[in-house]
């Protein structure tokens, strides 16, 4: 509930054009990140015939943005590591609300960067994780894209099970070594 | 001498990355053949820095196909044909013995021994190698390859050496080591904060291909072994790994991404024109060149999860080649084309399987190792090294083929991985 409701408060935060863009865009497909270009395509032509509008539009939007928003972003704009199951590179349910965070501040500082850094647990062959790796950050990068954040922005790099979170070889550690981090080069 | 610095330079550091690894036999042939390597006569003032009949005992040893006699069990000691009392050799139950002697002169070393057959009482070989002061091991190495070939029929892989990476627990350190493959000799080649991986030999064994994220993404370096001097060879946006060359060594297979869809691209090394081979959705890793030097056997996780796959480089035709269990990856073949050897998982373990190539026929190698991975054959098709956990550490293991013998190569301290068997050297 509170993360439906959280939600929401963010994706009125920012420009009203990427909201309608990403908000239906929850499950993504191949086809999100073209419809969001046509959407944005389609919103510049009507700003172009009807500035003042618009800009009065926009400005509400950022007024929105009050400081309990502000707070509640920054908390999951701390959450900085997703996890996933073997042999998976499907987004979690629980990992959306923050990846969510970090597309809407992506779109609102239009100078951050970040690097993705997919990893793998040991299980398998270095090769084939170091692939699982990268397909687990596209995928994140697929989301933070469809969710307002810019391709230039967003860096990708798979270490496959090179770097581990946990040393162990116990399904707790390999749970934690299954991961995309996002880490900012500049805010 | 630029180059000399370098390589001086190399020595020293690898003075503190030590792994050294020291062979373990855990599991011997039942047919293996009765040997004593007697130890060979030295006459010389000085101890010599190398027992040369304790390396070629452990070189035959571990190769599954003899069975030693430890030197303490000899009934006597003899260093000539003439002196060799069969008896003593019968009761031992001894098929072959080898005796020798090692004489030194300015020029370095000269070591000349005979193989007897202790049913017949005849001498089989009678042979004499030199070498420079420096290659005592060398030399030993060499006798052995010379008694494994004439006893077995096989090329012996006893003079070939390995490449496999070194690292930390906390993965802050990783190094690419050069060893005999029986470990001896270990040196540093090229040391990096970021992580190295897949190590992969030319066919005339002059340079090692490998991965390496040392610029912030995986890219493809060359580096020749003798001077040690690095060409970055594959720098696509993206992700680059996987390097394997052709048996001809024109051509450079590796896995390129740029967006989340690794796909295998063969590089021709003279032109360096890039062609793309597969362009599936799936993950498309772990290229492998097969001895005609047309086919590739390659991972895709294009029915799910990963199995193996043969891909016609000429037409691009795909065909599945592994069917059972859930995780089939990282396929390398012998050298005879026979079989092929790869990591079989199910469920949570992860161990080296064999299969025949033209029945199809799977065989479980390892059992008693967890967590195995990066198979590389030798290049006689007699055994497979590979990496496995053990003891929360992971260690380099070997197996035969047939699964018949076994032996582990431990180090002291860090984890050892990604081993690459060396083609056979001249």
Request: with cysteine; aromatic share 8%; glycine share 8%.
């Amino acid at each position: 509930m509170q993360k439906t409701a959280l939600y929401k408060a963010l994706g009125l935060a920012f420009s009203a054009m990427l909201v309608t863009a990403c908000a239906s865009n929850s499950d993504l497909d191949e086809g999100a990140g073209a419809a969001m270009t046509a959407t944005e395509q389609q919103a510049n032509e009507a700003g172009d015939s009807a500035t003042a509008g618009v800009e009065s539009a926009s400005l509400q939007g950022e007024s929105l943005a009050s400081d309990a928003n502000t707070a509640a972003q920054k908390a999951l704009l701390d959450i900085t590591t997703f996890y996933f199951a073997f042999d998976q590179s499907t987004i979690k349910s629980e990992s959306k609300a923050a990846l969510t965070a970090h597309a809407s501040y992506l779109a609102a500082n239009k100078g951050a960067r970040v690097v993705l850094e997919g990893h793998a647990d040991e299980r398998g062959t270095p090769e084939y994780n170091l692939a699982l790796g990268e397909r687990r950050a596209i995928a994140v990068r697929r989301f933070l894209m469809a969710n307002g954040a810019a391709d230039g922005q967003i860096k990708v790099v798979s270490y496959g099970e090179e770097r581990p979170a946990a040393t162990g070889h116990t399904d707790d550690s390999w749970a934690k070594n299954r991961r995309v981090e996002i880490k900012y080069q500049s805010r | 001498m630029v180059n000399r610095i370098i390589l001086s330079l190399l020595v020293l550091l690898s003075l503190n990355a030590q792994a050294e690894l020291v062979i373990e036999v855990t599991q011997g042939r039942q047919s293996a053949i009765p040997i004593s390597v007697v130890p060979f006569e030295w006459t010389g003032a000085t101890n010599l820095p190398e027992n040369i009949s304790a390396i070629i005992n452990n070189d035959l040893g571990s190769s599954g196909y003899f069975r030693t006699l430890d030197t303490q069990l000899m009934l006597s000691k003899p260093v000539r044909p003439e002196e060799v009392v069969y008896t003593d050799w019968r009761r031992m139950k001894q098929d072959f013995i080898v005796v020798g002697r090692i004489s030194a002169d300015e020029a370095g070393y000269a070591i000349e021994f005979h193989v007897i057959d202790v049913h017949q009482q005849i001498e089989l070989l009678h042979h004499r190698v030199k070498g420079r002061a420096t290659q005592l091991r060398d030399l030993a190495h060499y006798i052995s390859d010379f008694i494994f070939k004439r006893l077995t029929g096989i090329d012996g892989v006893f003079s070939t050496k390995m490449v496999y990476v070194t690292t930390n627990k906390e993965r802050t350190r990783f190094n690419l080591n050069f060893a005999d493959a029986d470990g001896a000799r270990e040196q540093l080649i090229f040391k990096s904060s970021h992580p190295i991986l897949s190590p992969a030999w030319s066919p005339d064994g002059k340079k090692v291909a490998y991965v390496s994220f040392e610029n912030g993404q995986s890219e493809i370096f060359f580096q020749e072994l003798s001077t040690g001097r690095r060409e970055k060879v594959i720098s696509f946006d993206g992700s680059n790994s996987a390097p394997s060359f052709s048996p001809d060594g024109t051509r450079l297979a590796f896995v390129h991404s740029n967006a989340g869809n690794p796909d295998i691209y063969v590089m021709n090394l003279n032109t360096r024109k890039v062609e793309r081979l597969t362009t599936h959705y799936g993950i498309d890793t772990e290229p492998q060149w097969m001895a005609d030097g047309r086919h590739i056997l390659f991972t895709s996780s294009r029915a799910g999860g990963p199995q193996i796959y043969k891909l016609d480089s000429e037409t691009g035709s795909v065909k599945r080649v592994t069917f059972e269990g859930s995780y089939n990856a990282r396929a390398r073949m012998t050298a005879d084309g026979r079989k092929m050897v790869y990591v079989h998982g199910n469920g949570d373990s992860f161990h080296i399987a064999s299969q025949e190539m033209s029945s199809g026929r799977v065989r479980i190698l390892t059992r008693d190792t967890n967590l195995d991975e990066s198979p590389s054959v030798a290049p006689n098709g007699s055994m497979v090294i590979y990496a496995a956990t053990e003891n929360d550490r992971s260690i380099l293991a070997a197996v035969s083929v047939d699964g018949e013998v076994k032996f582990r190569l431990p180090s002291r301290y860090g984890d050892v991985r990604e081993p690459a068997w060396s083609p056979i050297l001249n």
